[in-house]
């Protein structure tokens, strides 16, 4: 047995999850907004609005943005993105040791 969960950062809204961050992720990876969504098989209006949301609720920029032309637009992350994506990192990290021995701790002698 192992204990699941989902974990948020919020204000008055979801601002940033697992979901925003597996964009952030294939956006770096890819260089591109558009790539990232259809590798996550989401919508580009999708994409874009949970970034936009994500800059709105965190008042961070998140994406360093070329305009299309012959050779393509793009995007980069920010380091303010690179820094939240750490930090997400190492906080779910911790977060999933902590969850798990809380699980054994409660739950061991029952299932």
């Known amino acids: 047995m192992k204990v699941g969960y989902k974990v948020w950062i919020e204000d008055k809204n979801k601002a ?16 591109s907004i558009n790539m990232a969504c259809k590798n996550l098989n989401m919508s580009y ?13 965190l008042k961070l920029k998140l994406l ?3 305009i299309g032309g ?23 990290e911790e977060l999933d040791i902590e969850m798990n021995r809380l699980f054994k701790k409660y739950f061991d002698n029952i299932i």
Do not use: M, V, W
């Not at 940033?16 to 260089?31: C, H, R, T």
């Not at 012959?70 to 779910?92: M, N, P, Q, V, W």
């Open 45 to 57: 209006s999708k994409g874009l609005k949970i970034i936009n949301n994500i800059e709105n609720e």
């Open 16 to 31: 940033f999850g697992k979901g925003p961050y597996e964009l952030l992720i294939q956006i770096n990876k890819l260089g």
């Open 70 to 92: 012959r050779s393509g637009g793009g995007c980069s992350l920010t380091e303010d993105a690179k820094i939240l994506i750490h930090a997400y990192e190492k906080f779910t």
């Open 64 to 66: 360093d943005r070329t």
